[in-house]
């Protein structure tokens, strides 16, 4: 649950940084976010950037996590995904791609994660998402694919990976996989 705060808008090396931060410092469960000062916070997860911002959000979704299930993991597993999706919404700092992170990989629930390179090599692949919203891109996959965890998790890795070598902002088509299946190229 942690990963999907720090993710946001930060690069994976960075957050891996302020992970490794977090659990030589011993903040790395929810008591101990709770119970930690908002700036000593921040301060150990600085280098993933938004850092103020992300303390408090880290801290709200540590007291979400206790108000709701007692920090027990297995309760929260077991709840039902869509009523764990709108609870988490309501937590500060958690939007739609954040609460379907947290509920793919914290939560092992068949959720397609959507991000801005999953958007990106869609749109630049050619396929007409109906819609420009996070639920269309989502309603997308979900229409093509089996319903499957693991096939869900390997996909999203697998775009975030093409994302970052090739269709970054500035694309690198000629050596891409998907040169011979895009619009664009
Ligand atoms: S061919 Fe280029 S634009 Fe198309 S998916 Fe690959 S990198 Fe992106």
Not at 60 to 83: G, H, K, R, T, Y
Not at 117 to 134: E, H, N
Request: proline share 2%; hydrophobic share 40%.
């Amino acid at each position: 649950m942690v990963g999907a705060i720090l993710t946001q808008s930060a690069a994976w090396t960075n957050v891996e940084k302020a992970i490794h931060n977090l659990k030589t410092a011993g903040m790395l469960n929810p008591a101990s976010l709770r119970s930690f000062a908002l700036e000593e916070l921040a301060g150990v997860i600085h280098s993933c950037g938004y850092y103020n911002m992300k303390a408090r959000k880290l801290k709200a979704l540590a007291e979400w996590f206790s108000f709701e299930f007692s920090d027990n993991l297995e309760d929260l597993q077991q709840a039902d995904p869509a009523v764990l999706r709108t609870s988490l919404l309501g937590v500060y700092g958690v939007g739609e791609e954040t609460a379907d992170s947290i509920l793919l990989y914290a939560c092992e629930k068949p959720v397609f994660v959507i991000d801005a390179y999953t958007r990106r090599i869609v749109d630049r692949l050619g396929f007409r998402v109906r819609g420009t919203k996070y639920s269309d891109y989502q309603s997308f996959f979900l229409a093509g694919l089996k319903t499957d965890i693991h096939l869900f998790n390997e996909y999203h890795a697998l775009l975030v990976a093409l994302g970052k070598t090739n269709c970054k902002k500035k694309p690198l088509c000629r050596t891409c996989c998907l040169a011979d299946l895009c619009e664009k190229n």
